[in-house]
């Protein structure tokens, strides 16, 4: 079955050390992939987005994700977090790729920034 | 840049009535609008799929006789939640792509709280 899976619900962080955020999809071919960020109560953020081309993607607030199509995954890094980028984080995948961007999250990770 | 609007943000209903949750995109036009549900500490599901000047497609398990979708125009969908209980109580948030593009643009959500 087509899925996207966060294999970590939680992560804590010390405030300037390194981040990754792990996500695995199971899909026929390579969708389009999506970070997104979620403070609470609030809607969603992208972070970074990938079609095609280069695997590795900047995205906003200095964080990156790389493409593995070996791997079926696209990780989400960060070289130092700061007490800000305590939030959810959600993997999405649009597999249509041409349906109007109909996203399939992921089950979410819960970053806690200690300082 | 371009904007998804929610309204409201926050509604109170009581138990056996209907409520109605508006999206709309600000300064484009959006042919489909999709509809999702997040449960506290969760993940998005999506529920359905509106189609501007069509019926709504929904996705497996969601009611389409409770979760009433209506997309009028290019720039407005409405989510109505019929006869609710208090285990509709969620955060509902909408999305839109531009017609030509491929960005997913997310409103800001809606928290339903059913007494």
């Known amino acids: 079955a087509q899925s996207v899976t966060q294999p970590d619900i939680h992560i804590t962080v010390s405030e300037g050390a390194s981040l990754e955020l792990r996500c695995n999809y199971s899909?026929?071919?390579?969708?389009?992939l999506f970070w997104y960020v979620q403070s609470p109560g609030q809607g969603l953020q992208l972070l970074l987005k990938?079609?095609?081309?280069?695997?590795l993607v900047q995205g906003i607030k200095g964080f990156e994700a790389e493409f593995k199509r070996s791997q079926s995954s696209f990780n989400l890094r960060k070289p130092s977090v700061h007490w800000s980028d305590a939030a959810e984080y959600f993997c999405?995948?649009?597999?249509?790729?041409?349906?109007?961007?109909?996203?399939?999250f992921g089950g979410g990770t819960r970053v806690l920034v200690k300082p | 840049g371009a904007v998804v609007s929610q309204h409201p943000s926050r509604v109170i209903c009581k138990s056996g009535t209907s409520v109605k949750i508006e999206c709309r995109s600000l300064?484009?036009?959006?042919?489909?609008m999709f509809w999702y549900r997040q449960f506290p500490k969760q993940s998005l599901m999506l529920m359905a799929t509106?189609?501007?000047?069509?019926?709504?497609?929904?996705e497996q398990g969601v009611e389409k006789d409770k979760f009433l979708i209506n997309h009028a125009s290019l720039t407005l969908s409405t989510l109505t939640v019929t006869s609710a209980h208090p285990e509709d109580s969620s955060f509902y948030i909408c999305?839109?792509?531009?017609?030509?593009?491929?960005?997913?643009?997310f409103g800001e959500g809606s928290w339903l709280t059913v007494v």
């Open positions: 999305s839109a792509s531009e017609i030509s593009g491929n960005t997913i643009y």
């Open positions: 899909y026929g071919a390579t969708p389009y």
């Open positions: 990938y079609f095609s081309g280069d695997t």
């Open positions: 999405a995948v649009d597999s249509n790729k041409a349906a109007g961007n109909k996203l399939t």
């Open positions: 300064d484009f036009q959006a042919t489909t």
């Open positions: 509106s189609n501007e000047g069509s019926k709504a497609t929904y």
